[in-house]
Structure formats: C-alpha cells, structure tokens
C-alpha cells in the first residue's frame, strides 16, 4: 500500500487538542521482580522510559503480598512505585458473599482502614492523599468479581470511600480524594455503562474522583477452543488465524468511542476518565494468546488502543500489565528485557507526552489500518505512525502535515527490524513493514530507543 500521494481533503487534520492521557500500568504477578529482584532497576528503568504515572495493586484479591501477612513485601512494592515517580493504584477486592450482609461490609471496610492507615504511618498522610484507591474490581464478573448487583456494590462503595475520606481528610487542603471504581468489565458484558452512570447519580461527588472500565480485544483462544478443552460458555470460537488478527484489530477504535462516551456522563464533573485494564487478549497463556500480548501485533494493537484513547478523552490508561510472570500478559520480561510491545509503548511515551499539542490527521478511507498523531511543543514535533495490517505501508510525513518535513530520524519496530528498534535519518519517504509502529521526530538525539 503506497500513501505517498494523497489529495488536499486527506491532508486536513482535527483541531489540536492538549495531550491529558497519563500513562500506568497494573502490576500483578510480576511485583517480586518489579520491586526486589536483580532485574528491579532495568524494569523501573523501562517504566520511566514509559513516563509511567500510575501503577495499580490489589489488596485481598490477585497475587500482590497480603499486608496483613507480609507487610514488608507489600510495602517493598508500594515503593518501587514511588522510587520510579508513579503513584499507587490500591485496588480493594474481595470479600467472599454474601455481599448485602451487613457485617461483611462492616469487616472490609475496618481492613481496608487498617492499611490506609499503615500506609500514613510509612509514608506520611501528605504523600498517601496523592494516591489512588479503587473500590472492587469488575462487580459485573462472576469469575472475578463475584457478579454483584449494583445495588450491592455501591452499598460496599459507600461505606469504603467513608473510611478512606476518614482518614485522608485532614491531609486533602481542599483536594478531592482520588475514590473510584467500579473497574467494571466493559469487554463482554453488557450494560456496563450503567455501573457507571449510577455510581454517579447515586454517591455523593465528594466520594468520587474517577471512574474506571476495563476493555480487552477478545478472551477467547487464538486456537480451536476444542485443542485445549475449553468451555466456552455459549461463545463461538474465535475465528483464529488471520482472521482473528484482522478481528483483534478492528476492536482499537472502540477505545476512542468507550471513553467518548463515559466522558459524555463525567460532563459538569470533576471526576477522571480510566481505561482501568486493556490488552489485545484476557488470558495469561502463551499457549491461548499466541503472544499477542507482547508480539508485534500487540504493539501495534497497543499504540493503536492509545491513539484512540487520546482521541476520546481518556484520562489515565493502566495497561494489563507491567511485567511478565512467566505469563503473557507483561509488557517487560522478568529478566529486565522488553517485549516488543515495550519498545512501542517506550516510543510513543517519549513522543506523545502529557501536555502537549496533539493533532489527528483525518480518517483515510483507502488507509483503514494506519493510524497516526501528531505531538507538537515549542521544542520538538513529532508523529506516530502504527501499521495495523500484515502489508507493507509506504508513508510520506509531508502528505500528513507540512511541518513533519523538519523531522530528521525515523524510529522503526516492524516485521523487519528482528523483535528490536532501528533509528535512521528521515528522507522523504519510509515504510512500515507489516505490524509495527513509526516515530518520525525532530528529538532524536534525545530518544532513547534500546
């Protein structure tokens, strides 16, 4: 596919807008490496690289250290979040049903208050009304969130954001707290934006700071589900192959329409918007994902999804996840090294920064599978290109904005370029072969691409 030539009407580009998406991460079964391994620096390295804000935990649910059993682990990872200039997501989840049962309430919130408070004491009440606290993780999920009534969950929410305001009350000056959820699963499940309408018009504002929705490409296999004995619970297989590829891919444009659409229910509010997970697959199997995680047709699924994202008014993206477990979910491997979905994310991060001016060149019709921004300070200009086809594109910047011209190194991750990321001088045209991202920039001395 050639795009060097193009008419005037293709050229014209969306009104810019300021870059306000802040980049993060959820950091599940790869905490022990991220915090005390030999390999923590690398990894908090990359996360830097990856101008990474947000990193979210959870407390009584997934594999992070239990505080009331190992505290000094669970406070190592809180650190390590703090060390690398990002703030903690904590994530309560769970209690087991009955859910509406007055005590049970009353006994997950006394421990959630129980770690907010070991929290100020560690690191004192000023620093910790900084952070994030997310209340239950994906209510309408039988398997993961014990498919709670609304009603149910935002009774537990209530008495939650209580007892954290409580405690964080005298250190907010005026601040709203940062209480949120309900980190509802958007990816099959429907009516999720209800969860989120009600936690609106039903909770005090004081008590909500962001609201928060998952979205993943797909959760079936990449594999005949009957290869691996799979139920699928009344699901069709996945169409596997190429075409699901073609079908994982086509989903990055609802990113941009979920969080248009959540910001359309925030309007007058001063609440954020949270894509709270996303990723192209929800499992944590090789055998099942076929890599697409962190492969390149996760990269570009990834700086595709962040495209769209930035589009729709996202406030925070927290990607599923920072680093691997032997699974494959991570975007870095336990040993420090980064897939090839972290060499994008690491790329678009240093280009595409909070605060800047960022522009969208039109849809193209005859282009389906590219998708491009533009990133413009008083310092530097820069555009993202992300191929979402296995063909070659032929891409001429000038044809996308006249000022592209004064971009001298291009930044590759392809089909071509061997799982890494080649830096060349920029002469006219260049080409995107097959799945991948290109950053053409007038900063390349100052990107670090290894």
Request: include cysteine.
């Amino acid at each position: 596919m050639v795009l060097a030539e193009q008419s005037s009407q293709n050229r014209i580009s969306s009104a810019p807008q300021r870059m306000k998406l802040r980049y993060g991460f959820n950091e599940i079964y790869g905490w022990w490496h991220f915090s005390q391994s030999e390999h923590r620096e690398e990894i908090q390295r990359r996360l830097r690289l990856m101008d990474t804000k947000v990193v979210r935990v959870f407390v009584f649910d997934q594999p992070v250290p239990d505080p009331f059993k190992d505290w000094h682990s669970f406070e190592g990872v809180l650190q390590a979040i703090l060390d690398i200039g990002a703030k903690p997501m904590i994530t309560f989840a769970k209690f087991p049903p009955p859910y509406d049962r007055k005590k049970n309430i009353r006994d997950f919130a006394a421990r959630v208050s129980e770690v907010i408070w070991g929290c100020v004491e560690r690191w004192g009440g000023e620093e910790v009304s900084q952070w994030y606290w997310c209340i239950w993780n994906e209510p309408n999920n039988l398997i993961v969130g014990g498919d709670l009534t609304v009603e149910q969950y935002l009774e537990i929410y209530e008495a939650v954001a209580d007892e954290i305001l409580r405690l964080l009350a005298p250190y907010l000056a005026g601040r709203k707290a940062m209480i949120g959820g309900p980190a509802i699963d958007g990816t099959h499940r429907a009516y999720w934006m209800d969860w989120i309408a009600r936690l609106l018009s039903d909770v005090d504002q004081r008590k909500v700071g962001f609201v928060s929705w998952h979205c993943y490409g797909d959760w079936r296999p990449a594999v005949p589900s009957q290869s691996l004995n799979l139920q699928m619970w009344g699901s069709p297989d996945s169409p596997n192959g190429a075409v699901f590829e073609k079908l994982l891919l086509a989903q990055t444009p609802s990113y941009e329409t979920r969080a248009r659409g959540v910001a359309r229910l925030l309007e007058g509010r001063d609440v954020l918007n949270v894509c709270g997970e996303l990723n192209t697959m929800s499992h944590h199997e090789h055998y099942y994902t076929l890599g697409h995680n962190q492969n390149l047709l996760g990269a570009a699924y990834y700086a595709s999804a962040l495209i769209h994202l930035i589009r729709g008014g996202g406030d925070l993206e927290l990607r599923w996840t920072a680093t691997a477990h032997s699974d494959a979910y991570g975007l870095i491997y336990m040993d420090g090294k980064p897939s090839p979905a972290a060499l994008a994310k690491q790329l678009f991060a240093q280009h595409v920064r909070f605060g800047t001016e960022v522009r969208f060149p039109a849809n193209r019709i005859g282009a389906p599978n590219l998708d491009v921004i533009i990133s413009r300070s008083d310092d530097r200009i820069s555009a993202v290109f992300v191929n979402t086809s296995r063909s070659a594109i032929t891409l001429a910047p000038r044809d996308f904005d006249a000022a592209l011209e004064r971009c001298g190194t291009v930044f590759r991750i392809d089909s071509t370029t061997n799982d890494r990321v080649t830096a060349g001088k920029l002469s006219g045209q260049f080409i995107l072969n097959g799945y991948g991202i290109g950053v053409i920039t007038t900063a390349g001395a100052e990107t670090i691409f290894e």
